[in-house]
């Protein structure tokens, strides 16, 4: 059986809606914030609490910003606060006008007493390191703190996909290369809470699938401190752009979709539509903060379906859901160097897996076969990283069907401490395969070869049954 998850977007979709979400389906606050803990990134607290949205109770969860000891209301303007050569400043001022349809209006203001302080809870980050509010980052800055994250590394690779979506949106909204889109400090703490939530939280819950629906946006305008930029802003339609997300037109005024939220669609999303059946295991729903005719509230489905679904999408071949492309190309001039880099960059970019065949080509050549698994959608963009990086002047694509077991993360307590175990079920039998950075750590923490201790920690896995 394999899990999915679908994201029900007649609201749009924004950071902080899609974190309240996943919460709301049972991902586990604790590890969410002992995650956040470990960036070791200050200037904020967070919000949990619940709301009552057109009387459907949902799960309000937000980033609230601190500067120089003051508390500021969070809106998500600094999704759009990135700085290109410090050309375009933002004054962070105690009021904003940059409205946007998810972050602003918040009914909990939490410097003024609330009629409902009872039900909500707040968790405040405590390292401030890196709370220097002047701070301008860059799209390889976020990622030595997504680094830094205490978490698996299908994590830290979700993570650094949605900020690679982001600044590859705004690198083409404003004409830079990806390497000079800078994030301000404050803008970037708001960014990094939500993207890396979401990494966290859909880990969490163990989901293999993710299936996304058209994206509800508004029209209109919004203003930001160098202008007014027309709804969906141009980071938002260059994402829904090159990952081929749909988008719905409303009569609601103002921005629906933030490109946080469009990047996590873009990121997330593994199939186009869900299959004929499937159980539905829980609903939860992430709160708004703006008031429409409808409920303001990204609501997701957890699902369970069987390995034996076969869902064709646009008549590909599909097994379990997973039609899938390889692109290949074979490269004899290129240094180990370069396929080395052009592998990282692929993986980076959301390359499913990338490998390389040793081959002979003419003149008896030695060279390389460089194979790329991905997803239709992901095609154009890991195209484009092999066509300018290495010395190919073709590349070969074909449609494949994945069969893919159902999984899930577990931990196991060993006297040593914890070790991440992923299981995997195919009919009543199941898997056991122990995490590597775990029995990487318990070697060096206590000096035992890695084979004896990888035999440990899949025996204990095995002896709980988990």
Known sequence: MGKILYLECNSGISGDMTVGALLDLGADRHVLEHALESLGVGGYHLHFGRKDVCGLDSYDFDVHLEED??????????????????????????????????????????????????HHEHSHAHQHGDGHPHVHRNLFDIYQIIDRLESNDRVKELARRMFRIVAEAESKAHGLPVEQVHFHEVGAIDSIVDIISVAVCVDDLGVDDVVVSALAEGHGHVHCQHGVLPVPVPATAHIASAYGLNLRFTDNDGEMVTPTGAAIA?????????????????????????????????RAMLMETSHTDAGADNGEMALDGQSMWVMETNLDDCTGEILGFVMELLLEAGAADVWYTPIYMKKNRPAYTLSVLCRREEREKLEEIILIHTTTIGIRQYPVARTVLARKRVTVDMACGPADVKVCTYKDRKFYYPEYEGVRRICRDTGRDFKAVYQDVRLEAERKGL
């Open 266 to 298: 873009a990121a997330l999303r593994t199939r186009d539509s869900l299959p004929d059946s499937c159980r539905l295991l829980k609903i939860g729903m992430g709160a708004g903060n703006r008031v429409f005719r409808q409920a303001n509230v990204l």
């Open 69 to 118: 000891g003051h508390e500021h209301e969070h809106s998500h303007e600094h999704e759009h606060s990135h700085e290109h050569e410090h050309s375009h400043e933002h004054s962070h001022e105690h009021e904003h006008s940059h409205e946007h349809s998810h972050e602003h209006e918040h009914s909990h203001d939490h410097p003024h007493p609330h009629s409902h302080e009872d």
